[in-house]
């Protein structure tokens, strides 16, 4: 297995993309492309792209705008000056051809989790027909108050106190509550996995868990709100098989009820190759939960069913 990490010029034209390639031994019989969640980075995903290469799984991702080791220190948490839900989907579609170029005449498939989700479920409708299969993972369905009211509290602030202003409130309010459910906590994130060392983990990564500034807050309640209002929805691949999974104890897909909206609203665009697996017990890091080796493999024998690894 051969793991190379790569830059990139950012759509912005400002900011340097960071990103990592994984590959199998031999020729690699299908690409996994990744978009990762809020807060994190991508090298967190290595021990399962490791796995998935060991497959014969070529894996790709990169730190989104904000996040790892794209762009500058001073940006973590902070998106763009203008545009920064439009930039995100776009540096997404710019690994989409570094994929299109390297890896040539075998399956792409995208999977995205968390925050990465939504922004996959937006980026469908830009250039779905650029993949072969979608997986989201970790993700959720929102009224549109909600994203509203969120993205107009992360302006006023972001006019009183600057758009690099990292909130305490706004933090509170987007995730605060989701601990709730796993009292008495341990840490702030136990509703991230079971597995303690996990948990931990995330919490010792230096670019892991940096409140969002005001102005990335309101570029992802940009999103929500798009994909609320179905936006462009028209351009979503009918045909583009698509996978949920999520644990029923993840509160960022409202303990299964938020996936199962995302379920039904596939099939009622008249998607006709969707399916979904709720984890029992699984909080919101089904990848990095005490039962990971079967999610892992999961993906896997889903990806194997629908042919994406015959070759």
């Known amino acids: 297995m051969q793991r190379e990490e790569f830059y ?19 020729a690699a019989v299908a690409v996994l492309q990744l978009s990762h969640g809020m807060m994190e980075h991508i090298g ?19 730190d989104h705008l ?34 299109e170029k390297r890896f040539l005449h075998i399956p792409h498939i995208l999977l995205g989790h968390s925050m990465g989700s939504f922004i996959t479920r937006r980026y469908l409708t830009v250039y779905g027909k650029h993949l072969d299969g979608v997986i989201l993972m970790g993700t959720g369905g929102q009224p549109l108050w909600m994203g509203a009211m969120g993205k107009l509290a992360a302006m006023i602030t972001g006019i009183i106190r600057g758009r690099r202003y990292q909130s305490q409130l706004l933090q509170q309010m987007v995730l605060g509550s989701y601990n709730y459910a796993f009292r008495p906590n341990r840490t702030t994130n136990d509703w991230l996995s079971r597995d303690k060392d996990q948990v931990d983990a995330f ?23 798009d ?26 897909g409202g303990f299964g009820k938020g996936v199962r909206r995302v379920y039904k609203q596939l099939l009622s665009i008249g998607m006709k190759d969707v399916s979904m697996k709720l984890y029992p017990k699984a909080r919101h890091e089904l990848l990095n939960e005490i039962n990971r080796q079967e999610v892992y493999e999961d993906l896997r024998n889903w990806m194997e069913g629908k042919g994406f690894l015959n070759r």
């Open 8 to 26: 990139l010029r950012s759509s912005d034209n400002q900011k340097t993309i960071h990103g990592i390639c994984w590959e199998p031994k031999g």
């Open 44 to 62: 967190r995903y290595d021990h399962f792209a490791c796995w998935m290469a060991k497959q014969g799984v070529a894996v790709i991702g990169h």
């Open 66 to 99: 904000g996040h790892g080791k794209t762009g500058d220190v001073r940006d973590l948490s902070y998106f763009s000056d203008e545009k920064g839900s439009v930039h995100l989907i776009q540096d997404l579609y710019k690994i989409t051809q570094v994929v």
């Open 203 to 225: 919490l010792k990564d230096p670019y892991c868990n940096i409140p969002f500034s005001c102005q990335a807050y309101v570029d992802f309640f940009n999103i929500l709100i």
């Open 227 to 252: 994909l609320e209002l179905r936006r462009q929805f028209d351009a979503i691949p009918r045909n583009l098989p698509v996978l949920l999974i999520s644990g029923e104890q993840d509160p960022v």
